[in-house]
């Protein structure tokens, strides 16, 4: 599985890849993975500020609201009768799987440089759409990438938010799930290097 980021081709995002054989595509999708757990998956990134600069252009969304409308359309969509699709119901729980992280999470905040400002690399309209009762009730994990030098985990209400580092600087991360009371939760998450 792969979620396209801003350094991949934009038929990733539009569906006009070519299909691989042994990689699958998750971006703006639902996966079941269990009964009653979805990995729901968005590609791509907003533009990038370091105070009032911006840093990083967005890919492929010029500007931050360019992505809320997939999604909130990917989040908000109406609830499945029942888990016979990959789309989640009521009492599913969600791991969402991001390219960007939620622009409040110290996991999107990169600083390299002490003496400059730090560079905002997150998405606030994810962070804003993360913040409703509904989805602070079924997202119990994001696992997102985009900073990379902004390793480690975080939280956003009830939602643990991991960012495992780039592969290109040797990082990766591992996460444990586990189903207690109906509900899955992380156990937990670990941060590698090769």
């Not at 801003?6 to 009964?35: I, M, Q, W, Y």
């Not at 009653?36 to 252009?57: H, Y």
């Not at 016979?84 to 622009?103: E, I, Q, R, Y």
Request: negative net charge; charged residues 25%.
């Amino acid at each position: 599985f792969f979620i396209p980021g801003n350094h991949d081709a934009c038929s990733f995002f539009d569906g006009t890849a070519p299909e691989v054989a042994g990689a699958v595509n998750l971006h703006n999708r639902h996966f079941r993975l269990a009964k009653d757990l979805v990995i729901t998956s968005f590609g791509g990134s907003v533009p990038a500020f370091q105070g009032e600069k911006q840093r990083w252009i967005g890919y492929p969304f010029d500007k931050a609201e360019d992505i809320e409308e997939g999604l909130r359309g990917l989040l908000n969509a109406e609830l499945a009768e029942d888990n016979s699709t990959d789309a989640p119901c009521k009492n599913d729980s969600v791991l969402l799987m991001t390219h960007v992280g939620p622009g409040s999470s110290q996991t999107a905040i990169q600083q390299i440089d002490l003496d400059q400002d730090v560079i905002k690399a997150g998405c606030f309209v994810l962070d804003k759409i993360m913040r409703e009762p509904e989805l602070q009730e079924r997202v119990f994990l994001n696992i997102h990438g985009h900073t990379h030098f902004a390793e480690g985990v975080s939280k956003l209400g009830n939602t643990f938010i991991f960012n495992p580092g780039a592969i290109a600087f040797d990082c990766f991360g591992i996460v444990s799930i586990e189903r207690k009371a109906g509900k899955w939760n992380y156990r937990s998450m670990e941060m590698m290097r090769i």
